[in-house]
């Protein structure tokens, strides 16, 4: 019990909360995506007590009928199919933008002046793409500076397109 008790509180009711607050303050955004967080975690928590059945070699439930075991056993696998792709392709894009930031953070570490220009501010924005935003004062860049450090974030794994230079 008191495994299930701490699952409950640390797993199912935050979501549960945060849907409820999504859904009386009208913003379907966040109530959507809390709702998608507590069905991943209740199926994390099936999955866990499946496991945990298994490895403690629980008798098995028995169904009257053959066909509905297999048909819930089924029916339970395209949940979870269903529900991890989704999860999977959500880390794959926070991976990438993660690894964007570090590679931004690390150019203008490196980059924080050019001649007579120096990097006083930037901003990473990821809505449509990921890319940086990066502003200067001091004399206005010339066509090699601004080579210089398209190359210079080249190396950083920063394409030209992911860069927007404001002087």
């Not at 998608?36 to 007590?49: G, V």
């Not at 880390?91 to 203008?108: C, D, G, P, T, Y």
């Not at 793409?129 to 950083?156: H, K, Q």
């Amino acid at each position: 019990t008191v495994f299930a008790g701490v699952a409950i509180a640390t797993a199912l009711m935050p979501p549960l909360c945060t849907a409820g607050f999504g859904l009386s303050s009208g913003n379907f955004g966040y109530f959507f995506g809390a709702l998608y967080l507590f069905f991943i975690n209740c199926l994390f928590i099936m999955l866990a007590t499946y496991i945990s059945v298994k490895y403690f070699k629980f008798r098995e439930a028995e169904y009257n009928d053959i066909n509905t075991g297999r048909k819930t056993k089924r029916i339970i696998s395209i949940l979870i199919i269903l529900f991890i792709i989704p999860s999977i392709w959500s880390a794959v894009i926070l991976i990438k933008q993660n690894r964007f930031e570090e590679s931004a953070i690390a150019f203008v570490e490196h980059s924080k002046s050019y001649g007579k220009s120096i990097i006083y501010d930037y901003k990473i924005n990821h809505t449509d793409g990921s890319t940086i935003e990066i502003s200067f004062v001091g004399e206005p860049l010339d066509d090699s500076t601004r080579s210089n450090i398209y190359n210079t974030a080249a190396r950083y794994g920063i394409s030209k397109e992911e860069l927007v230079m404001n002087d």
